[in-house]
């Protein structure tokens, strides 16, 4: 597996069995060693494009990325692996702490917390191909996630690639 730029509308010149599109509003923060960036939101776009050897059957699937869009949507996403930041989470509310002169205080159901290292559009792809994978046809060949905080602007866009098989 690999994380790439990809273009969601030109790149794909493969041919895919399934695709499936679904979008979500959330906001997020960046705070790593090089990139830092203010809590903001976006209107995202997740694609799955999937190669299969023709069993069908993806409902669970389909069922289980709506699942996570809807808990997503109008949400702060957290991510609660960052090296860079220290996350304590309660019943009532989540702490983000930046540095020793900066934090979030966030209501606990405002947020979404993701156990990735960010919550960049490369590291929520991958949230979504790790929670979804399980659900899909079991003769799948390939896998495409792009997520895009901005629906088809090309800088914003990024995916998860499996060639497991």
């Known amino acids: 597996m690999y994380i790439n730029a990809y273009n ?3 790149d794909l010149t493969e041919s895919f069995d399934l695709i499936y599109e679904r979008f979500f ?3 997020h923060f960046i705070h790593g060693f090089e990139l830092k960036e203010e809590l903001h939101g976006h209107n ?3 694609c799955f494009y999937v190669q299969t050897s023709g069993c069908g059957g993806n409902e669970k699937f389909r069922a289980k990325v709506d699942l996570i869009c809807a808990e997503m949507d109008n949400k702060i996403l957290i991510a609660e692996d960052c090296e860079t930041v220290t996350t304590r989470v309660s019943e009532s509310e989540v702490v983000v702490q930046l540095d020793e002169n900066c934090f979030y205080r966030l209501p606990r159901r405002c947020c ?3 156990n990735e290292i960010n919550s960049t559009a490369e590291c929520i792809a991958r949230y979504f191909y790790n929670f979804t994978q399980a659900e ?3 003769g799948w060949k390939k896998v ?3 997520v895009a905080e901005i629906y088809q ?3 914003a866009i990024y995916s998860v690639v499996n060639n497991s098989l």
């Open 44 to 46: 995202y776009a997740v």
């Open 144 to 146: 495409k996630v792009v």
């Open 25 to 27: 509003n959330s906001a």
């Open 112 to 114: 979404f917390i993701i």
């Open 8 to 10: 969601m509308n030109t």
């Open 153 to 155: 602007q090309q800088e």
């Open 136 to 138: 899909l046809d079991p």
